[in-house]
Structures are given as C-alpha cells and as structure tokens.
C-alpha cells in the first residue's frame, strides 16, 4: 500500500472528493457500478460537491473514507451511510432494521490488488461497528450481476448474497445482487 494513510474526508477537500468521483466514473467498470454518468456528475455546481464533502466529513450518518498516499494524491474511496429503519431506501422501498450501507467503492486500477480496497472496507466498517446509536447489526451493499470482480472482493471479505436481486435502477434489463455482513 505504499503508506497510504486511510482517513475520513475532511469537509473543505470538496475538489479532491469531485476529482476522485469523476475518476471513478471514468472507470470502465463505471456503468456497472455506480448509478451516474461521468457527465452528470461534471455538470453539478461546486456547492454540490462542498455540501457532499462536508455531510461526509466525520459525518454521524454518512462517512467517506479515502485511501491517500504519501504525494497527497487520493487512491481510492469508500462511503458508507446509515439507513434507519422505517426509511425509504434509494429505491423507495422501506428499510426494516437499522443498517449500514457501503456505496461509491473505487480504487485507481493501478492500485487494485494492492491492500486498498481491503484498508477501505476494514475503516468503513470499524465505524460502522463502533456506532453506539444506533447500535448496528448488518451492513449492507448491491453488486451488478456482472461485476464479478467485486463481488469476489466482497465474498472474500466476508459479505454474503442475502438472496435479494433487485433491477439496476438506471437499467431494468440488468440485476444487483444485496450482499450484507453482520456485527463480528
């Protein structure tokens, strides 16, 4: 991992956190990841972006965590928020339990295999875990049927098909898969 340091954003790098979304969302794998186009999160004014930082920015419902390295240069990303029970998740269906929710995974393909997205997942999960209100029990994530790839992460980590399949909301033809991990 060449010494990156895994740490929370920090409300006023809103440049760096733009940077690194438009990267990923640069990514091949992007359309199957993510739910937005690398020209719909260009076009967002930058208040977007510094509200986005700040809400993550040791957040007490959503926290990202970034991988930086030694030059200062940010390698990959995690999100997580919590989803309280009674909610209306993205999909407009009602969560039932309190539960972490990991979104927006990306490390630079140079990076990947490197120890990085594994520092990532340990942090967002370790806060996670350490929440004492709620006191949560399951985290959750989807993966794209053809992501093959992070889903072979996600098992590795730990995380299981819960046996829901929902259609990709931006492509109904297509499937995620909900994988969840509970409490160590």
Known sequence: MEQHVIRSV????????KELRLAALSDPA?????????EEAAAKPDAFWQDRAAGAAEGVHVRQFVAEAPDGRWDGSVTVFIEAEGDRDFLEQVVEADQGHVVGVFVRPEQRGSGLTDAL??????????????VLDRVRLFVHERNERAGGFY???????????IPKPDDPTAKEHEYVIGRP
């Open 155 to 165: 098992r590795r980590f730990g995380f299981r098909a819960s046996g829901l399949v």
């Open 10 to 17: 920090r409300a006023d790098e809103w440049q760096k956190v």
């Open 30 to 38: 992007a359309p199957m990841a993510f739910l937005e186009s690398v």
């Open 121 to 134: 997942f340990a942090a967002a999960l370790e806060w996670v875990w350490a929440r004492e209100e709620p």
